[in-house]
């Protein structure tokens, strides 16, 4: 069974740090690209970033761009969020997402590309 394990999302102050953690099981970690999406109340849910399998490649959303970085540890099956300089407008729950791919290269940007997804954490940021 596949399960995708979130951690780290709590409150913090405008232009704090946050570190965001996905563990990931059943499934062989290195053949996904890894994704965070994140939906705030009333709205869509939204790319966040996301790294291909090897962690050769990124893409983020404009909006996080120089703050948050994503990155991944193969050994550990895990997937990481580095937020920096956190505004209120990042206030949402954040959700892990894994997409199968038989690419190295590709980073799936559409959530109906992902194939598994955590249970999301909330982060909170305060003004």
């Known amino acids: 069974q596949v399960q995708l394990v979130e951690s780290g999302g709590g409150l913090v102050q405008a232009g704090g740090s946050l570190r965001l953690s996905c563990a990931a099981s059943?499934?062989?970690?290195?053949?996904?690209?890894m994704g965070w999406f994140r939906q705030a109340p009333g709205k869509e849910r939204e790319l966040v970033t996301v790294?291909?399998?090897?962690?050769?490649?990124?893409y983020s959303t404009d909006s996080v761009k120089g703050r948050f970085t994503i990155s991944r540890d193969n050994a550990k099956n895990t997937v990481y969020l580095q937020m920096n300089f956190l505004l209120p407008e990042d206030t949402a729950v954040y959700y892990c997402?894994?997409?199968?791919?038989?690419?190295?290269?590709?980073?799936?940007?559409?959530?109906?590309?992902?194939?598994?997804w955590g249970q999301g954490t909330q982060v909170t940021v305060s003004s």
């Open positions: 059943g499934l062989t970690f290195s053949s996904y690209a």
């Open positions: 997402a894994a997409a199968a791919t038989p690419t190295r290269v590709w980073t799936p940007r559409r959530a109906d590309d992902f194939d598994h």
């Open positions: 790294i291909t399998r090897s962690g050769g490649g990124t």
